[in-house]
């Protein structure tokens, strides 16, 4: 049997109030006149636990906690309040007679912020039975840390858990335990999260070891969250992958059309970018790779890489434009009038619709002047005089090999065509595989 520690009070009370053979002294603003303390002699009191879940309010990524309300109830014997009844029915009693009598001093463990609800009066109800048995429940809401792990976000699962502790006494003055086993938690069916599907709730018990202390008993309520996928598919997976999509129009669109390629280009990099700094502006800062910048900085890389395509077809095409030109002027200094050491000769008649690089590309031929003919309509004509040798032969072949090179430098383009979609489907297919 635990002793009585009795603090005294002077003793001119206005009146005594008796319920049954329980005796509570009180004043006239209803100050208890006597607290009871718990003895340190003897084995640990055993205090049982239950909680019911009220609600669970919020889960913050950015601060790595969560915030629940909760049904807090303790139990347990402590004779010194035990009482003759007739009827053997409990007594309840508000939260000024828990301020004034010993009760477990449970508190949560790595919490940030907590209250006891109190509209209209402090939500605190302490039922004493006959044998001395005690009920004490109190409606808390409490905030605290979860250490999550977001290298599979979105499509992650958080394990959180709520800890509760006696502050003061250790295992060998006080024991915690779940009164009920599993049982001990029962939570609302209607709770929900926006963001999350709560997929289970359990409880726990271990040893918390202090050095300076000693050993506390530890009651752990864990839940497990698993993300809602949808919301992030509409928010920023399918953005990305349109972005990467709308970057191969440009391998569709004429390498000629500069300022449409490269608008295009610029416009989905920098929509990219904007994704990634809002997706990254709701996370915390952590220090390693998530799922999902796996997904946005390899859609960038492919918007990007879209972007340096073109910058390398009209490289290439820059170049191979000089080439042309310097064969086209090279041809024109050999096609002069002189048509000494030429084999045969021959006319062919092109009027003013061919333009001037379709004659001057005519390697080896001879230009003559133009006559007149006598026709109802008189044309401008010009007679070439097409002298074909075995020196102009090669440099026709030679002519020929550049303009087919000039004309398949697009071939980047429609290898890109095939190369850049086939590619990102494969990304895709490892990575749902892996992460899902």
């Known amino acids: ?235 920023t997976y399918f953005p990305a992958t349109l972005m990467v999509m709308l970057s191969w129009v440009s391998f569709w669109i004429d390498r000629r059309a500069v300022p449409a390629r490269v608008s295009l280009g610029i416009t989905t990099v920098l929509t990219m970018s904007t994704i990634i700094t809002g997706v990254n502006a709701s996370m915390p800062r952590v220090s390693y790779i998530k799922a999902v910048d796996i997904y946005l900085w390899v859609s960038f890389v492919f918007v990007f890489l879209s972007v340096l395509e073109y910058a390398a077809v009209n490289y290439l095409s820059t170049v191979q434009d000089r080439r042309e030109r310097k064969i086209r002027d090279r041809v024109r200094e050999q096609s002069l009038p002189c048509t000494c050491g030429m084999s045969h000769t021959r006319t062919m008649m092109l009027d003013g619709t061919y333009s001037e690089a379709d004659t001057n590309s005519l390697a080896g031929y001879t230009e003559a002047p133009m006559v007149p003919e006598e026709e109802p309509e008189k044309h401008e004509h010009m007679v070439v005089h097409l002298s074909v040798s075995s020196e102009s032969t090669a440099t026709k072949k030679k002519g020929i090999r550049n303009f087919s090179i000039i004309q398949n430098t697009h071939v980047i383009d429609k290898y890109s065509r095939m190369i850049f979609p086939g590619s990102y489907i494969f990304f895709n297919l490892i990575y749902w595989s892996v992460y899902c």
């Open 1 to 235: 049997m635990h002793s009585k520690t009795v603090l005294a009070f002077p003793s001119t009370l206005p009146y005594i109030i008796t319920i049954d053979s329980l005796h509570i002294w009180a004043t006239s603003d209803y100050g208890w006149t006597e607290i009871w303390a718990i003895s340190t002699q003897g084995p640990a009191i055993p205090v049982g636990v239950d909680v019911q879940v009220e609600s669970l309010d919020s889960i913050s990524e950015v601060d790595m906690d969560f915030t629940m309300t909760l049904y807090l109830r303790h139990y347990w014997k402590d004779e010194r309040l035990s009482f003759a009844s007739t009827t053997n029915k409990s007594m309840t009693f508000d939260g000024r007679l828990v301020k004034k009598i010993w009760v477990p001093d449970v508190f949560f463990v790595h919490s940030k912020r907590s209250f006891i609800h109190d509209t209209t009066t402090e939500n605190i109800m302490l039922r004493v039975y006959p044998d001395g048995h005690v009920l004490y429940s109190l409606r808390v809401t409490v905030t605290a840390a979860c250490n999550m792990d977001f290298s599979r976000f979105p499509l992650d699962s958080q394990t959180c858990s709520l800890e509760l502790e006696s502050y003061a006494y250790t295992d060998e003055d006080l024991m915690l335990y779940w009164k009920s086993g599993d049982e001990s938690l029962s939570t609302d069916d209607r709770i929900s999260l926006s963001q999350f599907l709560i997929q289970k709730f359990h409880t726990t018990s271990r040893l918390a070891f202090y050095s300076s202390t000693g050993w506390y008993n530890r009651l752990y309520i864990n839940f497990t969250l698993r993300r809602h996928i949808f919301f992030f598919l509409l928010q």
